[in-house]
């Protein structure tokens, strides 16, 4: 399991970054501000992207875990990013991104 902010591939893959960075680089922020009638961005009052990035990540790893014992399956490669969790997260689907 790796996890990455921006995602493994693309001219951002080696940036290092944590939640509120990517919230920035993603336009979460100014989205925030936009709906709270704001002119400036604003940040989320919680690390949003870390609990759901987590939760996905506990979710995969039981799948997984389900599916090395049922079925033998086994290698299954986990690599999630903020940047796609975000994707998510702000369009409210619950689709998979992290398999």
């Not at 399956?73 to 969790?85: E, H, K, Q």
């Amino acid at each position: 399991m790796t996890l990455s902010a921006y995602g493994r591939e693309g001219p951002w893959s080696q940036r290092r970054g944590f939640d509120s960075l990517v919230q920035t680089a993603m336009g979460f922020n100014a989205a925030e501000g936009e709906a709270a009638s704001q002119s400036q961005p604003r940040a989320l009052p919680m690390q949003i992207l870390d609990h759901a990035t987590g939760y996905l990540i506990a979710m995969c790893v039981s799948v997984a875990l389900i599916r090395q014992q049922q079925e033998g399956a086994a290698g299954m490669s986990i690599s999630p990013s903020r940047g796609r969790v975000i994707g998510c997260v702000a369009s409210g689907a619950s689709k998979m991104v992290l398999m």
